[in-house]
């Protein structure tokens, strides 16, 4: 009898822990398909310390990794095609519009007091690192994602350069040219520039950011809705002062492959020391100090002195994913404090939380981090927030590109492209009565 | 024979000539299926997506029928000839690249006397084509870089450059076209080669007795019987060059400007970036009937002549 009584009570302790384990890990076994970006640093970074997550909570994560240039439209012939391929997705902000029919909304799972503790969580810190940290990815009052990372270009430097050319960082696009005109050198006297004042994001998918960017620093801007667009929104006196500007620093101190390059080629450039400035995204912020694959560690600095893209990526959940409760666990737990801070110190450099872009000790690592910190709240905005931006952004590059190479006059290029813009817009509906 | 066993017998025989013997559309029934499935139908639903207006990053929005709307925007889209162009010239420099270097090449190597190491040579010609496009556009990036690409260390070693190879509009399609003939040249190589070799002997064995001189045998033996083989090398190089897009997307991606763009590209460009997916559509008609229209005006030539 008493034995039996042993095996009953055996039994019993054994379910009970079993379902104290359940309710621990109630996704254990569920594995989650994630879409990153191939080389993203902080994909690549949140990367590592996914066997973290795959411990705490007993599921699997599978990250597929798709280049930048592809992934907007693998991810959208996949997410129309409801194949339920991914679990979660990594948005940028620039595609959102593109990507919103097809993301689920994440307040059913933030309003759930057995999923989320809005409290203890702090979104207020996303808030607090720019107040467009949380409003880009959210439309009538629903959020479809947490922010992932998030950067703006500032301008990165050679300290040792400016300093032997008796120069302090350039505060405005002027200085940024005579600055980089007189950086533009021929060190060993072989009648070819070994060092160009500047690189620039000149292909097609990097120009218009960009261009952009000084758009706005010569006092140029872009309309917060997309029915108040004119065909003189670009073409103007400054939208013609910035294509020349461009085209200037083009043909006078850029080296002339940039036109194919973007950020990846830009940071390469300053990394291989053959670049004394440029305009580029806070992401690569690492690249210039590792000392496997740059030749200027510890030389190189940032400053911010214009207007340009918040580069505001975030982690969503898809219509079609079929795990949502425990993708809602994925980007929880990827977001949350703690994970942002071990991303960020794993070498994901953009963290969108401001305690920990305010982190004393990660401020002394990544030393450019007040610079991100003055340009997330001066100088971030957005563009318009449409899905046919990408047509728009390319009109620009297109007939920018041409001016560079030569082709045609900054005149005839704002003119096409501004008219090119507008009949997108117009033939999307936009300008309907 | 009575006549009534006549009369049942034709009976018989006209009851066998009705029934349809079903066992060959039941063969192909499986391949039709198949070819209706994955070619038939996608061609009528594109055919159809060709007349309305849609994108898939507007889902909610159906289909809105715009009649011929986008065959017009085509038609009136500068930016479209232009493409066209840049198509037609990419197509027929590089196929011609192709066709007088691989021919040349397959001349060299169906000599009876062997070359040494001619083995070797001609696995090493025919490696570029076995190389995926993508990856062919990879190893061109990384050969035309300013810096350390070896196209400008060749030329530095001539005293000549530096060059940059991506971001002059001419240069730059120079160097897509280099790239595409130094991949594909290999199989214009192969089917040429395999052609002579499959050649009689005896016409060239009576052309020689006859004193026919090394180019009269070329010209009036070799040509006339290669002609088959050398319209098939062309057709299908050239179909296959009009849709190029892995290599010059990896290499310009269309750029600078719209400089190296071809149809492929602007389709894509179309339907996958901006999702217009009826634009799109109309825009691949279109390709297609101008491949189709070539491709029959060719072969109508090459009949005439033979």
Redesign the interface.
């Known amino acids: 009898m008493r034995k039996w009584m042993f095996l009953i009570v055996g039994v019993l302790v054994l379910a009970c822990c079993g379902q104290g384990l359940a309710a621990e890990k109630p996704y254990a076994g569920q594995e989650l398909r994630i879409s990153f970006i191939t080389g993203m640093p902080t994909d690549v970074a949140l990367k590592s310390v996914i066997p973290e997550f795959e411990k705490e909570t007993g599921m699997k994560a599978t990250i597929i990794d798709t280049f930048y ?1 592809e992934v ?2 693998k991810n ?2 996949d997410l ?1 095609a409801g194949t339920g391929a991914y679990d979660v997705l990594h948005v940028e902000s620039i595609w959102f ?2 990507y919103l ?2 993301l689920y909304p994440l307040d059913e799972f933030m309003e759930d007091p057995r999923l989320f503790d809005a409290a203890e969580y702090d979104m207020d810190d996303f808030a607090a690192f720019s107040p467009l940290t949380l409003s880009v990815f959210s439309r009538e009052g629903k959020l479809y994602g947490f922010p992932h990372m998030a950067g703006v270009p500032l301008n990165w430097y050679r300290k040792d350069l400016l300093k032997k050319a008796g120069l302090k960082p350039p505060q405005d696009l002027d200085e940024y040219y005579n600055h980089a005109k007189k950086l533009t050198q021929d060190t060993d006297g072989d009648g ?1 520039i070994d060092i160009y004042g500047i690189a620039l994001s000149g ?3 990097g120009l218009v950011d960009e261009w952009l960017s000084f758009f706005f620093s010569f006092g140029g801007g872009l309309h917060a809705r997309p029915e108040l667009f004119l065909r003189t929104t670009f073409n103007n006196s400054i939208g013609l002062k910035t294509v020349e500007y461009y085209k200037k620093l083009y043909d006078e101190v850029a ?6 390059w973007e950020f990846g080629e830009v940071g390469s450039a300053m990394q ?1 020391g ?1 670049v004394a400035m440029m305009w580029n995204w806070t992401c690569g912020g690492r690249w210039y100090d590792d000392p496997e694959t740059s030749t200027v560690v510890g030389k190189v600095g940032a400053n911010t002195f214009y207007p340009a893209r918040f580069g505001l990526n975030a982690l969503s959940i898809p219509v079609d994913g079929p795990k949502k409760e425990a993708s809602f666990e994925f980007i929880k737990w990827a977001m949350s404090k703690d994970i942002v801070r071990k991303t960020t110190i794993a070498g994901g450099p953009n963290p969108a939380r401001a305690s920990v872009v305010n982190d004393p000790e990660l401020t002394k690592k990544y030393w450019w981090f007040p610079a991100l910190r003055h340009a997330a709240t001066r100088w971030a905005r957005m563009y318009l927030e449409i ?2 931006w ?2 728009i952004d ?1 009109a620009l590059a ?2 920018f ?2 001016v ?2 030569g ?1 045609i006059s900054p005149e005839k290029a704002l003119e096409v492209a501004s008219n090119n813009a507008y009949e997108i817009l117009e033939e999307a509906g936009y300008f309907k009565e | 024979m009575s006549c009534r066993a006549i009369l049942t017998g034709s009976y018989e025989m006209m009851k066998m000539q009705n029934k349809v013997d079903i066992t060959p559309y039941l063969l192909i029934s499986a391949a039709a299926a198949i070819l209706f499935v994955l070619t038939i139908y996608p061609l009528i639903y594109s055919l159809a997506l060709s007349f309305h207006k849609f ?6 929005v159906a289909w809105r029928f715009v009649g011929v709307k986008n065959y017009a925007k085509v038609f009136t889209d500068p930016v479209f000839w232009r493409i066209i162009l840049n198509t037609l010239i990419f197509s027929c420099s590089t196929v011609g690249l192709q066709f007088a270097i691989g021919f040349g090449l397959a001349l060299l190597f169906s000599r009876e006397v062997q070359i040494r190491g001619e083995g070797f040579l001609r696995t090493a010609l025919i490696l570029p084509m076995m190389v995926p496009p993508i990856l062919v556009g990879l190893i061109w990036l990384f050969m035309y ?3 350390f690409g070896i196209v400008n260390n060749i030329l530095w070693m001539l005293n000549v450059g ?1 060059v ?6 001419f240069i730059a399609f120079l160097a897509i076209i280099a790239a595409e003939t130094w991949e594909w040249t290999p199989f214009m190589f192969l089917l040429l080669l395999a052609g002579l070799r499959s050649l009689p002997s005896d016409i060239y064995e009576s052309s020689e007795v006859d004193g026919a001189s090394t180019w009269q045998i070329f010209r009036y033996v070799t040509l006339p019987l290669l002609k088959p083989i050398i319209a098939v090398a062309l057709i299908i190089r050239f179909m296959d060059a009009f849709r190029i897009f892995d290599m010059i997307f990896q290499l ?8 190296t763009e071809t149809i492929s590209l602007y389709i894509y ?1 179309n339907g ?5 997916m009826g634009f799109a559509a109309a825009l691949s008609y279109i390709a297609l009937i101008i491949i189709v229209i070539f491709t029959n005006v060719y072969i109508k030539v090459l009949r005439r002549a033979t």
Do not use: H
Request: hydrophobic share 25%; proline share 12%; charged share 25%.
């Open positions: 240039g907007l439209t959208m012939v129309y519009a593109q029919p097809y070819k292909a097609r998918s080296p002339p492959e940039s036109l194919t291989r053959v899905p046919e990408s047509a390319d297109i007939e590109q041409k560079c190479s082709e | 994108s898939i990053a507007r889902p909610g870089k300013k810096d530096p940059t190879w991506l971001s002059k509009p310009t991606g269309g750029g600078p400007g719209v400089a460009r996958f970036r901006y999702f217009d």
